[in-house]
């Protein structure tokens, strides 16, 4: 009820792809949804890493709700690889 942020992941990443029935079934019931965002204040936003599974971890409803933030975490993240790349390149070069 004191959540400023819910983060979700994917319930199988890719490697597990043999686990994926077992896990639906085990994490059946701990999808993000409409009815648990609205246990968090008005002011609470959803982020996700990306890709999501629509209808597995989260609703479709609360990633395109106005408490969803994952495009914008998306392109921040972009610009963030960007700048992590560009700094390990600069220090390797300069290390040459």
């Known amino acids: 009820s004191e959540a400023d942020v819910v983060y979700s992941d994917v319930w199988t990443s890719m490697g597990q792809e043999a686990e994926t029935a077992k896990r639906l079934h085990d994490f059946k019931g701990f999808q993000v949804d409409e009815a648990l965002m609205a246990l968090a204040p008005s002011h609470a936003r959803f982020l ?3 890709p999501a599974h629509r ?3 989260v609703s479709a409803g609360v990633m395109e709700s106005r408490a969803s933030l994952v495009f914008p975490q998306a392109g921040n993240r972009m ?3 960007k700048a992590l790349l560009c700094w390990l390149l600069s220090n390797h070069i300069a290390q040459s």
């Open 48 to 50: 996700h890493c990306l």
């Open 55 to 57: 209808g597995e971890e």
């Open 79 to 81: 610009h963030a690889q």
